[in-house]
């Protein structure tokens, strides 16, 4: 359910997107909170879920991205923290750098981008 005033639709809103995603894996949020390692408790995830929590923590969205093997920028996305732009092919794409410092420049931005696509195919060769 949309919240007033908010844009998103409730399909592409963040709760009930997260919902989906753990009744896709198959868990429960006492499974979720056993994968996360207490990280995410099984309450503020059914709070999260049920858009009660509109806006978590970027960490606590990394350690449901990394249990639900989804994008972690996708859940930035959805939960506000990122911009959504469309790149060439018309897909919908956020700019990751953007949470980190109020402030940042081009050439920092940069360099954190080069740093993530450094981790992910360092990540792919294991």
């Known amino acids: 359910m949309s919240k007033v005033g908010d844009r998103r639709s ?5 709760g009930p997107h997260l919902a989906r ?15 996360t390692n207490k990280e995410v408790s099984n309450a503020y995830l059914s709070q999260l879920e049920n858009d009660k929590i509109s806006k978590p923590s970027p960490n606590i969205l990394y350690a449901l991205a ?3 093997k989804v994008p972690y920028e996708d859940l930035m996305v959805r939960a506000g923290y990122f911009p ?3 790149n060439p092919e018309g897909r919908r794409q956020a700019r990751v750098a953007t ?15 080069d740093y993530l696509a450094f981790i992910r195919d360092e990540k792919r060769r294991r």
């Open 21 to 35: 995603l753990r009744t896709a894996a198959g868990l429960t949020l006492r499974q979720v909170e056993e994968a």
């Open 99 to 113: 949470f980190a410092i109020e402030g940042i420049t081009p050439a920092e931005e940069k360099a954190l981008l």
């Open 84 to 86: 959504v732009e469309a």
């Open 66 to 68: 990394q249990v639900y």
């Open 10 to 14: 409730s399909e592409s809103s963040l």
